[in-house]
């Protein structure tokens, strides 16, 4: 074929295809019209209402009555139920007993995966491979949908730099740039471009907006900030989940200039709707809504309206439209036309899905005996875990384990399966998660010795708190002292230790904030007594936020972050100790020196007086340092990584063109490895003070020993863009720094023109 005709068949194509796109859409909008027609105010009020149905609770309110509301037409969907059984009930329901026969939407906190658990969110996105993580997306989506599931609380893409917040475990972390990339890919996962497919479900991106920046890291603090800050810093992955297509967006509890998000007309239709073309439904978090009396806004009725009348479309378990949203229609204030948008985004929704064509869509027995916990899950979650984990410190090569040396394993997380599944593992099932000490026995490896060394807390104030919330925290027989003499007694019989400690995992999560990041006490006086035997220690650590590491940094031999690994865990963690695995993971939020460093992120403003270690009058601690322990990107291999100087093809960027910048990589260890090579840009001089460093790409490369690559990046004039204080978006010529480095510090550099 010859340009003209292949240019012409892609026209056509393009053509073909926005042709049978408002064909289909003229095909939705006809039959939501036909029954919204039939439809009395109060019917779709009804589906403006979530209530939860199950044992999940995550707020003070559990919804009431619900099957009899289902049968009045006064539920839309219903969160918290699943299995094809119970899912089968309610839907029978919905479509037999109701007048209208509207079939429910079927929500979950599908967070790290639905059955077969991934490693948290923060651990997935130090793999750097969106394409694994698009993956777990996937598997997830298959479950669920497997599971009488449609519609998922995920992705959750608040940007995250106070690790006082114990919800940074559910996030990809500081950047926006990286978060945005993986916002992508799991919208991508879940929904595969095709709702109506029986394994594809609607993704539910979160929690809009800007969550992340509560203040002091206390969960449902204020948030405020500037736009500028807002626009080119936090909103990003959202913005990416909605071009990527997310069919739902929950809001925040939080405020946002002042107004709370749930009621905030700014967010939901001038900027979400209006400007960025969102077109999926809005829904609350848990009781958002009712919140706003407790912000200050008014009582239940005034916050009903503040809501319908901002562009929320659905009540998650508050129920304040199913009771105030008829009376306020009648008394003028909120137009009727208002209720009949919301009610529309709900049954687009319901359409798309394929609940219309097929209500029992995803209420599959067989495929759920067939998806559910399949073996080709648990590889991916083992090799999800594998890819997450960080080598945050190996002094003189102590890891790999050498396998002919003694090694103790110590700590109550050696054994432990409940936490290896960590916070928002809500259908995973912790009995079939396989511990450390399973996967060392299976694997047959030698020389091993156990001591439980201290209890996970000893604090009774914080297990009398995490308890009722699913922890099984329970003092050992044993005194602390006692449990520590005998682990001491342990290291000393051995070559190694590997010490695995950490968080439990209801210190991750929501409503899990702390303000002390050390690990706690009864652990730290174990890892003293450790070290006082003299043996190498490597900590093996199992958390959801960074951590102060700064004492175990300058005592212990090797350190590595495993998060919270999933179902599998104990094999991925044992493969990476024993050297079956190398790690590649990088950390996406810094780990600071201590917590008074907080918040400390890599791509932060300059200074107009930057740090000089000789010069009192600049930015500085009198008791720190100013940077991170370990910084954001950063992760070491068994092997080492050698990075040339950056070549660029060009030092001028026209309008519209580009440059590539590259560097050559070389494996100079005899390991095979993978490295994530990272490139970050500075703008010298704009009409606001640009960031010191912001990433811009990042690329894997594998490498076997002694093998070097070209790593090449193009660089256009949209990665150089920003939002400027009149909030458009554009470049500004001028001087560029690029920077291609391991991590965000340790870098080469090169400069280049805009014009
Ligand atoms: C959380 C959300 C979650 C919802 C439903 C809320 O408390 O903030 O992330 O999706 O509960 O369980």
Redesign the pocket.
């Given at each position: 074929m010859n340009i003209k005709n292949f240019l012409l068949v892609c026209f056509l194509s393009v053509v073909a295809s926005a042709n049978a796109q408002q064909s289909s859409d003229a095909k939705m909008n006809s039959f939501i019209d036909n029954l919204m027609r039939r439809m009395t105010l109060q019917e779709k009020i009804g589906q403006l209402n979530l209530p939860s149905v199950g044992f999940?609770v995550?707020?003070p309110v559990l919804s009431q009555g619900v099957e009899d509301k289902i049968k009045k037409g006064l539920v839309g969907g219903v969160?918290n139920t699943y299995t094809p059984e119970a899912v089968r009930k309610l839907q029978q329901m919905a479509v037999t007993q109701t007048r209208m026969k509207i079939p429910l939407l079927f929500g979950y906190?599908v967070i790290h995966g639905h059955r077969t658990i991934f490693p948290i969110n923060l651990g997935l996105a130090a793999t750097w491979d969106p394409v694994l993580v698009e993956k777990t997306a996937r598997a997830a989506a298959e479950e669920a949908s497997a599971d009488g599931l449609n519609w998922v609380?995920s992705p959750?893409v608040d940007i995250t730099r106070d690790p006082r917040w114990g919800r940074v475990s559910e996030g990809s972390g500081e950047d926006p740039f990286l978060g945005s990339v993986m916002a992508k890919a799991m919208v991508n996962g879940y929904q595969l471009n095709d709702l109506s497919k029986d394994n594809t479900v609607m993704a539910c991106v979160?929690?809009f907006a800007l969550y992340g920046a509560a203040e002091a890291g206390r969960d449902y603090n204020t948030v405020d900030m500037s736009k500028v800050r807002m626009y080119n810093e936090y909103l990003p992955p959202y913005k990416a989940a909605v071009d990527a297509g997310v069919g739902s967006v929950?809001t925040s509890?939080n405020t946002i200039d002042g107004v709370p998000a749930s009621g905030n007309k700014w967010l939901l239709t001038d900027l979400l709707r209006n400007q960025w073309g969102f077109k999926g439904l809005v829904v609350s978090?848990?009781t958002s809504i009712n919140e706003m009396v407790n912000h200050g806004m008014g009582d239940n009725k005034k916050v009903a309206e503040l809501a319908l009348n901002a562009g929320m479309d659905m009540d998650?378990v508050g129920e304040e439209f199913l009771n105030y949203a008829e009376q306020l229609v009648n008394e003028g204030k909120v137009p009727e036309k208002t209720i009949d948008d919301e009610c529309r985004k709900i049954l687009e929704a319901k359409y798309k899905l394929g609940l219309f064509s097929n209500p029992f869509l995803y209420v599959n027995e067989e495929r759920n005996k067939k998806e559910i916990m399949s073996q080709d899950k648990l590889n991916l979650s083992k090799q999800a875990a594998i890819e997450s984990m960080v080598l945050l410190k190996n002094k003189d090569h102590v890891l790999p384990l050498d396998r002919s040396s003694r090694i103790a394993f110590i700590g109550p997380l050696v054994k432990d399966q409940r936490d290896l599944i960590g916070s928002w593992s809500g259908a995973g099932d912790y009995t079939k998660a396989i511990s450390i000490w399973s996967a060392i026995e299976q694997a047959g490896y030698k020389n091993v010795l156990y001591a439980k060394g201290c209890n996970l807390v000893d604090d009774p104030d914080l297990i009398k708190q995490l308890n009722p919330h699913g922890a099984m925290l329970i003092p050992d027989s044993l005194s602390p002292q006692q449990l520590i003499d005998q682990a001491v007694r342990t290291a000393y019989q051995s070559d190694v230790v590997v010490a695995v400690l950490g968080e439990p995992f209801g210190m991750s999560g929501?409503a899990a904030s702390v303000t002390d990041i050390r690990l706690l006490e009864n652990q730290r006086n174990l890892l003293e007594a450790l070290k006082k035997t003299g043996k190498p220690i490597v900590l093996v650590l199992m958390n959801g936020r960074p951590l102060d590491l700064s004492w175990e940094d300058a005592n212990l031999d090797g350190i590595l972050e495993t998060w919270y690994a999933g179902t599998m865990a104990g094999p991925a963690i044992t493969d990476v100790l024993y050297g079956n695995a190398n790690p590649s993971g990088k950390i996406t939020m810094s780990f600071p020196v201590n917590v008074g460093q907080v918040p400390v992120y890599y791509n932060h403003l300059p200074t107009g007086r930057p740090y000089k270690a000789d010069q009192k009058y600049t930015t500085r601690y009198l008791d720190a340092p100013n940077d991170p322990l370990y910084p954001f990107g950063y992760g070491l291999s068994y092997t080492n990584y050698n990075y040339s100087s950056v070549a660029l093809s060009s030092n001028t960027l026209n309008t519209g063109g580009s440059i590539t910048a590259s560097v050559n990589v070389t494996n100079t260890g005899d390991r095979a490895g993978t490295e994530t090579v990272q490139l970050y840009m500075r703008q010298m001089v704009g009409s606001i003070s640009r960031p010191v460093k912001e990433l811009i790409g990042f690329q894997q490369v594998a490498l076997a020993p002694g093998e070097t690559k070209k790593v090449s990046f193009k660089v256009t004039d949209d990665d150089l863009k920003f939002y400027n204080s009149n909030l458009q978006y554009n470049y500004e010529p001028g001087d560029f720094k690029l920077f291609i480095g391991t991590n965000s510090r340790d870098v080469k550099e090169a400069d280049f023109v805009a014009r």
């Amino acid at each position: 074929m010859n340009i003209k005709n292949f240019l012409l068949v892609c026209f056509l194509s393009v053509v073909a295809s926005a042709n049978a796109q408002q064909s289909s859409d003229a095909k939705m909008n006809s039959f939501i019209d036909n029954l919204m027609r039939r439809m009395t105010l109060q019917e779709k009020i009804g589906q403006l209402n979530l209530p939860s149905v199950g044992f999940d609770v995550t707020g003070p309110v559990l919804s009431q009555g619900v099957e009899d509301k289902i049968k009045k037409g006064l539920v839309g969907g219903v969160f918290n139920t699943y299995t094809p059984e119970a899912v089968r009930k309610l839907q029978q329901m919905a479509v037999t007993q109701t007048r209208m026969k509207i079939p429910l939407l079927f929500g979950y906190d599908v967070i790290h995966g639905h059955r077969t658990i991934f490693p948290i969110n923060l651990g997935l996105a130090a793999t750097w491979d969106p394409v694994l993580v698009e993956k777990t997306a996937r598997a997830a989506a298959e479950e669920a949908s497997a599971d009488g599931l449609n519609w998922v609380y995920s992705p959750m893409v608040d940007i995250t730099r106070d690790p006082r917040w114990g919800r940074v475990s559910e996030g990809s972390g500081e950047d926006p740039f990286l978060g945005s990339v993986m916002a992508k890919a799991m919208v991508n996962g879940y929904q595969l471009n095709d709702l109506s497919k029986d394994n594809t479900v609607m993704a539910c991106v979160k929690h809009f907006a800007l969550y992340g920046a509560a203040e002091a890291g206390r969960d449902y603090n204020t948030v405020d900030m500037s736009k500028v800050r807002m626009y080119n810093e936090y909103l990003p992955p959202y913005k990416a989940a909605v071009d990527a297509g997310v069919g739902s967006v929950m809001t925040s509890f939080n405020t946002i200039d002042g107004v709370p998000a749930s009621g905030n007309k700014w967010l939901l239709t001038d900027l979400l709707r209006n400007q960025w073309g969102f077109k999926g439904l809005v829904v609350s978090d848990y009781t958002s809504i009712n919140e706003m009396v407790n912000h200050g806004m008014g009582d239940n009725k005034k916050v009903a309206e503040l809501a319908l009348n901002a562009g929320m479309d659905m009540d998650m378990v508050g129920e304040e439209f199913l009771n105030y949203a008829e009376q306020l229609v009648n008394e003028g204030k909120v137009p009727e036309k208002t209720i009949d948008d919301e009610c529309r985004k709900i049954l687009e929704a319901k359409y798309k899905l394929g609940l219309f064509s097929n209500p029992f869509l995803y209420v599959n027995e067989e495929r759920n005996k067939k998806e559910i916990m399949s073996q080709d899950k648990l590889n991916l979650s083992k090799q999800a875990a594998i890819e997450s984990m960080v080598l945050l410190k190996n002094k003189d090569h102590v890891l790999p384990l050498d396998r002919s040396s003694r090694i103790a394993f110590i700590g109550p997380l050696v054994k432990d399966q409940r936490d290896l599944i960590g916070s928002w593992s809500g259908a995973g099932d912790y009995t079939k998660a396989i511990s450390i000490w399973s996967a060392i026995e299976q694997a047959g490896y030698k020389n091993v010795l156990y001591a439980k060394g201290c209890n996970l807390v000893d604090d009774p104030d914080l297990i009398k708190q995490l308890n009722p919330h699913g922890a099984m925290l329970i003092p050992d027989s044993l005194s602390p002292q006692q449990l520590i003499d005998q682990a001491v007694r342990t290291a000393y019989q051995s070559d190694v230790v590997v010490a695995v400690l950490g968080e439990p995992f209801g210190m991750s999560g929501e409503a899990a904030s702390v303000t002390d990041i050390r690990l706690l006490e009864n652990q730290r006086n174990l890892l003293e007594a450790l070290k006082k035997t003299g043996k190498p220690i490597v900590l093996v650590l199992m958390n959801g936020r960074p951590l102060d590491l700064s004492w175990e940094d300058a005592n212990l031999d090797g350190i590595l972050e495993t998060w919270y690994a999933g179902t599998m865990a104990g094999p991925a963690i044992t493969d990476v100790l024993y050297g079956n695995a190398n790690p590649s993971g990088k950390i996406t939020m810094s780990f600071p020196v201590n917590v008074g460093q907080v918040p400390v992120y890599y791509n932060h403003l300059p200074t107009g007086r930057p740090y000089k270690a000789d010069q009192k009058y600049t930015t500085r601690y009198l008791d720190a340092p100013n940077d991170p322990l370990y910084p954001f990107g950063y992760g070491l291999s068994y092997t080492n990584y050698n990075y040339s100087s950056v070549a660029l093809s060009s030092n001028t960027l026209n309008t519209g063109g580009s440059i590539t910048a590259s560097v050559n990589v070389t494996n100079t260890g005899d390991r095979a490895g993978t490295e994530t090579v990272q490139l970050y840009m500075r703008q010298m001089v704009g009409s606001i003070s640009r960031p010191v460093k912001e990433l811009i790409g990042f690329q894997q490369v594998a490498l076997a020993p002694g093998e070097t690559k070209k790593v090449s990046f193009k660089v256009t004039d949209d990665d150089l863009k920003f939002y400027n204080s009149n909030l458009q978006y554009n470049y500004e010529p001028g001087d560029f720094k690029l920077f291609i480095g391991t991590n965000s510090r340790d870098v080469k550099e090169a400069d280049f023109v805009a014009r």
